[in-house]
């Protein structure tokens, strides 16, 4: 029977394993404060993101676009890793109206990428306007902060790129981002239960040979 029960013993520690990605801390936790060491522009000879003073909150330093763009002009250097594709993403996002932009799509947009700015897949997750995404911004000119988990259609393994999209009815640096954390979403309790009722049913199907 001891022996039954270390085989057991065994496999709870491989579930565990298993599931301990997803209770991993996070990856990417960007509030701005120390510089853009960690993200790559895509033109550093000449960049499209800029560091800038929070226009709302004296002291803070917040991101923003010396001019529009497309396919993200700036991308996290860090990957995040999800063993089930499910991520949690938060961010704060300012719109600026009155810069000259149209209100209400001014061009702040938050994405992921599977691998660089042009290759690997893309998914476009927050943004200004009527474009699809699953958070539409607000451009009002107040801060806002938002919340999604979502399940990844390009891998596991996700990087984060922005942009002010030169599609939209914005100029260049009226969108601002800030305290942006992208994190493997946590598992469903339920997911955990049924992990364990499946290791109580291996002890149970250990037991009945022995009691025949």
Aim: proline share 4%; charged share 15%.
């Amino acid at each position: 029977m001891k022996t039954n029960m270390y085989r057991v013993g065994a496999v709870a520690a491989l579930v565990c394993a298993a599931q301990a990605p997803a209770f991993a801390a996070s990856a990417l936790n960007e509030t701005f404060e120390s510089g853009l060491s960690g993200w790559t522009d895509r033109n550093p000879g000449n960049p499209e993101s800029v560091l800038v003073a929070d226009p709302l909150n004296a002291g803070n330093k917040v991101l923003s676009f010396t001019r529009l763009g497309a396919a993200g002009s700036i991308l996290s250097n860090d990957f995040v890793y999800s063993s089930n594709g499910k991520f949690t993403l938060t961010f704060d996002y300012l719109g600026t109206p009155g810069k000259g932009g149209v209100a209400g799509n001014l061009g702040g947009f938050l994405g992921a990428s599977s691998n660089s700015f042009l290759s690997g897949g893309e998914m476009w997750l927050a943004g200004t306007g009527n474009y699809g995404t699953a958070i539409k911004l607000i451009d009002d000119g107040a801060w806002h902060s938002y919340t999604l988990t979502f399940q990844s259609t390009i891998g596991q393994n996700l990087r984060l790129k922005l942009e002010d999209f030169d599609a939209a009815g914005g100029v260049a640096g009226d969108a601002y981002f800030d305290n942006i954390r992208l994190v493997s979403a946590v598992p469903e309790p339920s997911s955990v239960a049924m992990a364990l009722v499946g290791l109580m049913g291996l002890v149970v199907a250990r037991r009945r040979p022995r009691n025949v």
